[in-house]
């Protein structure tokens, strides 16, 4: 929903903000300061995807459910393995927001978190 929205309502200047975000994010090292760097630049490229959604309240029920998620994903070690991969859906998730295609934005978005949780799940099964 908030996506759909933000690509709704996102102007020129949500644009430029979210191809820098997306620039930063994929020159940033995730094997360096446990990834720390890459994670922040995650977290925003993400935050700014979504941020002309309009409503305060869904983005901060966006933030509560990615705070809870990180914890978990945190768990393991990084996998620079997937690193091309996950570049590859920010690099089309920004595409589809320029091209406000909102439905196939939206089905990248649930593939993405989906990935996500298989990233996750198999760090905890790895390292439990």
Same mark, same amino acid.
């Given at each position: 929903m ?7 309502h *996102? ?12 620039? /930063? ?5 995730? +094997?360096?300061?446990? *990834? !720390? ?5 995650? @977290?925003?490229?993400? $935050? +700014?995807?979504?941020?002309?959604? *309009? ?6 029920? %966006?933030?509560?459910?990615h ?8 768990? *393991?070690?990084k996998?620079? @393995? %997937?690193?091309? !991969?996950?570049?590859?859906?920010h690099?089309?998730?920004? !595409?589809l927001?320029?091209q ?5 934005? $939206?089905e990248?978005?649930d593939d ?10 198999? /760090?905890?099964q790895?390292?439990?």
């Amino acid at each position: 929903m908030a996506l759909e929205r933000a690509i709704a309502h *996102g102007d020129s200047l949500w644009e430029a903000d979210l191809l820098a975000a997306a620039h /930063r994010l994929k020159r940033a090292d995730i +094997t360096l300061d446990k *990834g !720390e760097e890459w994670e922040h630049l995650h @977290t925003q490229f993400h $935050r +700014t995807l979504v941020a002309p959604c *309009g409503s305060v309240w869904l983005l901060r029920f %966006i933030e509560q459910l990615h705070d809870q998620f990180d914890r978990y994903r945190r768990l *393991g070690p990084k996998m620079p @393995t %997937i690193r091309q !991969e996950l570049d590859e859906q920010h690099h089309q998730l920004v !595409e589809l927001a320029l091209q406000r295609d909102a439905k196939a934005a $939206r089905e990248l978005m649930d593939d993405h978190i989906h990935k996500s949780y298989e990233v996750a799940l198999k /760090r905890y099964q790895e390292h439990a």
